[in-house]
C-alpha cells in the first residue's frame, strides 16, 4: 500500500489495524461493484479505498457500522413487545380458560422441568441377566 495514502488516513483513523479492516472492507464492496466516491487514476481497489478514507468521502464509522453489520450472524431486531395483560391481573379481563398464558407465579423451577421431563421419556432398556 502506499506509504503517502496511509499517513493520509491515521488521523481520520487513529488505529493501524482498525485502518486495515475498514479499508480492506471498502475494497471488498469496490469489487463487488459498490461505486467509488474518487477517481480512480489507475488504482487499485485497497488504494482507492485508503484514499476515499483520506478524504472523507466515505465515513469511517459508516465503514465501521457496515463491517459490523456484515459479520454478524443474526442481527437482533428491537420490536416493540405487545402489552399483554397477565393473567389476573384485573377482574373481568376477558381471558378464557382456553388461554395457555401463563401467571409469573406458576412458573416451574428448574428441578420440576428436569423430574417431568424425566418422566416423559422411557426408560433404558437394560439387559436382563437370567444366569444369575
Known amino acids: 500500500m502506499a506509504r503517502v ?3 493520509d488516513c ?7 489495524f ?10 471488498r464492496m469496490i469489487s463487488s461493484g459498490s461505486a467509488i466516491t474518487v477517481e480512480r487514476d489507475n488504482d487499485k481497489n485497497p488504494v482507492v479505498a485508503l484514499r ?3 478524504d472523507t468521502t466515505v465515513s469511517p464509522e459508516d465503514l465501521k457500522e457496515d463491517l459490523i ?10 420490536e416493540p413487545e ?9 377482574p373481568g379481563a376477558g381471558v378464557d380458560s382456553d388461554d395457555t398464558e ?10 420440576e422441568l ?7 421419556t422411557p426408560p433404558e432398556e437394560q439387559p436382563e441377566d437370567d444366569a444369575e
Open 114 to 120: 428436569l423430574k417431568g421431563l424425566e418422566g416423559l
Open 10 to 16: 491515521i488521523d481520520k483513523v487513529e488505529n493501524r
Open 52 to 54: 476515499e478514507i483520506a
Open 82 to 90: 405487545p402489552d399483554v395483560p397477565l393473567v389476573g391481573a384485573a
Open 18 to 27: 482498525d485502518l486495515v479492516l475498514l479499508a480492506s472492507h471498502r475494497a
Open 5 to 7: 495514502t496511509v499517513e
Open 102 to 111: 401463563v401467571a409469573p407465579t406458576d412458573r416451574m423451577t428448574e428441578e
Open 69 to 78: 453489520h456484515s459479520l454478524q450472524k443474526y442481527v437482533e431486531v428491537d
